[in-house]
């Protein structure tokens, strides 16, 4: 683990939900695993309209005892909550810790792009943890440090092409 370094991850649950057969124990240590190879850990938030997740409230409530925030943010009719406030979340945590420091965004939305170049130009290292899917813009993975795949990493799943018939 890197010495000193400071490491923040920002989940926009609704874009990167795992399967509710999943333990949430385990999809949280899969993240920490990635992040303690950066530095530690002090910040992990999930962003969400929970009103709109109540059917799994007892899946959510097993991330809090992990050390993930669970940060409620209801829509009301509005569009991109749950963007901005990930995107202000981590430029605060950009101004709070200067650089050499790590952001950890869990998304698929090609909005975070502007963010993510801005904080590499400040020499953040910045960790894009996405699904693969052709709806992962490809505008949001050119602006990555480095890009891990979700499934693969984080869900335990094979690549297809590694499946068998």
């Not at 993510?116 to 440090?145: D, F």
């Amino acid at each position: 683990m890197p010495d000193g370094r400071k490491v923040a991850i920002f989940w926009d649950y609704e874009n990167c939900c795992p399967p509710l057969k999943s333990q949430a124990f385990a999809i949280v240590n899969g993240i920490q695993r990635i992040a303690h190879v950066f530095g530690s850990v002090t910040t992990f938030k999930a962003y969400l309209d929970m009103s709109a997740q109540s059917s799994n409230a007892a899946f959510r409530s097993e991330f809090q005892p992990s050390g993930v925030s669970m940060i409620d943010c209801p829509h009301n009719g509005r569009k991109d909550v749950v963007d901005k406030m990930i995107l202000v979340d981590m430029l605060a945590f950009a101004i709070d810790h200067h650089s050499p420091a790590t952001v950890i965004l869990i998304a698929g939305d090609r909005d975070y792009a502007y963010a993510m170049s801005t904080l590499r130009l400040r020499q953040y290292n910045v960790i894009l943890i996405a699904p693969t899917s052709s709806n992962v813009s490809q505008s949001l993975k050119s602006q990555a440090s480095l890009v891990i795949d979700w499934n693969y990493a984080i869900l335990r799943k094979r690549p297809e092409a590694d499946t068998l018939p």
